[in-house]
């Protein structure tokens, strides 16, 4: 896929010696990592095999069942705009339509995706309480807005150095299933796929009881949040790669106060992420450019998620820098 230049976000200066340090330390523990991975952790956890395996098992049934090829893989439109910042509003009225054109066509609709980055916005849940804001919802701090959206889930925090996939997928049919549990379960596997390729310790990657999202070495790395018409799903995964964790101090995210939120990149360097409940409201500090090491790591970022995406969800992608039109 063509290279452009990513968005990141601010963070404290550092002297020219510490940038370098940092680079330096981020690239040999990302190297050793991948030279360190054998074949089972390059593919994730085992439930994201169970995953793939399920997978290939309902695709064979339903072959048998309508005389199809078994070999044969779903065909998903995805539209990769990930280089760029798109507004809340514009990404959630893309959603809306192709899951209008899905239910309108039925089983001759492809399924679909968008990746994508936002500018800092907080998104609440369908059911989700206010309280889990640190800001009057009324008037948010300079530079955020606020959307109530139909997904599931508590508050969560969108922005630059974040990547977005919303899949509009048609669940009923093989090789996916009609049961949001094991959609999310999906998801959080692409994530977790895509953190392991990017240079994560695989032993210590994966999920924590009751709680969803996907997890390294304690920190919450991306979160989950879904609703389906249908079975035709909507909303999605948010990788946290290399964004502002400062931002999330303004919210208690996803309802969790006492865990630490956690990036790709802070963990690569082996920094320490976020907690909620332990730091103060944070203002938007704008940066004007974004850090080399950053744009680079959005880049891989960006490979391995929908690298990670095809292999979960046994999909052929067809991929366009172009934006949806209806």
Not at 14 to 19: I, Q, Y
Not at 160 to 182: F, T
Request: proline share 5%; hydrophobic share 40%; glycine share 8%.
């Amino acid at each position: 896929m063509p290279r452009a230049t990513a968005t990141a976000t601010a963070r404290a200066p550092k002297s020219a010696t510490g940038r370098a340090r940092t680079r330096t330390r981020t690239r040999t523990r990302a190297r050793d990592a991948r030279r360190a991975r054998d074949g089972d952790a390059r593919r994730g956890t085992d439930a994201a095999a169970a995953t793939r395996r399920d997978a290939n098992a309902r695709r064979a049934t339903s072959a048998r069942a309508t005389g199809r090829d078994a070999n044969a893989r779903r065909t998903c439109e995805v539209h990769d705009l990930s280089t760029a910042l798109t507004p809340y509003d514009e990404a959630w009225a893309w959603q809306r339509g192709f899951l209008e054109r899905a239910l309108e066509r039925g089983d001759d609709a492809n399924d679909a995706a968008i990746l994508l980055q936002h500018p800092p916005t907080v998104t609440l849940g369908a059911g989700s309480t206010v309280d889990n804001l640190k800001f009057n919802v009324d008037r948010p701090p300079t530079g955020f807005e606020v959307r109530r959206c139909e997904r599931g889930g508590e508050a969560t925090y969108h922005g630059p150095g974040q990547l977005v996939l919303y899949p509009i997928l048609n669940l009923a049919r093989a090789p996916h299933e009609a049961d949001l549990h094991w959609y999310m379960r999906a998801l959080e596997s692409v994530a977790l796929e895509a953190m392991i390729e990017l240079g994560l310790d695989a032993a210590k990657c994966g999920r924590v009881d009751g709680l969803t999202g996907a997890w390294c070495d304690g920190h919450k790395v991306a979160a989950v949040g879904v609703r389906a018409r249908r079975w035709v799903s909507y909303h999605g995964v948010a990788l946290n790669v290399c964004p502002d964790l400062s931002h999330f101090a303004n919210i208690i995210p996803c309802g969790i106060g006492d865990k630490p939120v956690g990036s790709v990149s802070q963990l690569l360097r082996g920094d320490v992420g976020l907690v909620s409940s332990a730091s103060e409201a944070t203002p938007l500090v704008p940066r004007e450019s974004a850090d080399a090491d950053d744009v680079a790591l959005m880049l891989d970022a960006r490979d391995a998620f929908l690298s990670a995406f095809a292999r979960v969800f046994d999909l052929d992608l067809e991929i366009t820098p172009t934006k949806p039109s209806f």
